[in-house]
């Protein structure tokens, strides 16, 4: 079966080939590279899941193939769950985008105790089948903030997020150790295990 994927992000489309491949699903993959001309979508809803699904929505109407987008980002309990689907855009900042909308949160947050420092990070994964069927997937993925970022990999707000039952940020772990326990990849691993039920009854 052919799969298109919301995204033009490789690191984002290799970790869900690995993770297909893992569950030994016969499957092609494609990017939304891979049809010029595909809609740029905005995310205008106010949760995770209607964004990724209007992502994908909008793809396999474009492609006519069953098309699979995530949207995630990180709520901070002190900010009420903010900044939560506006996690990409927090700062409004053009360049450096993801050190502006860290620091930012950092601002927001300078007064809180570090006991209140509660986040998680959330990602809804979901598939889009030409004939209708939506598949919906949801991982998370609980820590604390910290006050001033440590760690140089991963990206966004990882540099100040150290998830529950570690002492590092997810910006000190190897990809392979945060895709162990991200949200993103709880929430592929879930759609995965979807889709292989979906295609062994074709
Ligand atoms: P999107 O799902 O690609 O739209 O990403 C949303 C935003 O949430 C990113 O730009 C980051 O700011 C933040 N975010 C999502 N997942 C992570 C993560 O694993 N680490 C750090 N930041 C993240």
Redesign the pocket.
Same mark, same amino acid.
């Given at each position: 079966m052919k799969f298109v994927l919301a995204?033009r992000?490789a690191h984002?489309a290799e970790e869900l080939k690995r993770i297909l491949e893992e569950l030994n699903l016969d499957c092609e993959l494609f990017t939304v590279a891979d049809f010029p001309g595909a809609p740029e979508v905005e995310?205008t809803e106010n949760t995770?899941e209607g964004?990724a699904l209007l992502k994908a929505r909008a793809l396999a109407k474009f492609t006519g193939l069953a098309a699979i987008a995530? =949207?995630?980002?990180?709520c901070v309990d002190a900010l009420n769950g903010s900044?939560g689907v506006l996690?990409?855009r927090?700062s409004g900042a053009l360049e450096n985008?993801?050190r502006a909308?860290l620091e930012l949160v950092l601002e927001q947050i300078k007064d809180v105790a570090p006991e209140n420092r509660g986040a998680k990070?959330v990602?809804a994964a979901v598939a889009v089948f030409p004939n209708g069927k939506e598949l919906v997937a949801v991982g998370e993925?609980f820590g604390n903030l910290i006050d001033a970022p440590i760690g140089e990999n991963?990206?966004?707000? =990882?540099p100040i997020?150290v998830p529950s039952g570690f002492e590092i940020t997810?910006a000190q772990m190897l990809a392979s150790e945060?895709d162990a326990i991200?949200?993103?990849g709880k929430a592929l691993n879930q759609l995965a295990q979807q889709l292989s039920e979906v295609i062994s009854k074709d």
């Open positions: 995204t992000n984002k995310e995770f964004n995530d =949207d995630s980002g990180l900044p996690s990409a927090w985008v993801d909308n990070f990602c993925m991963g990206f966004g707000y =990882d997020f997810t945060k991200s949200h993103r």
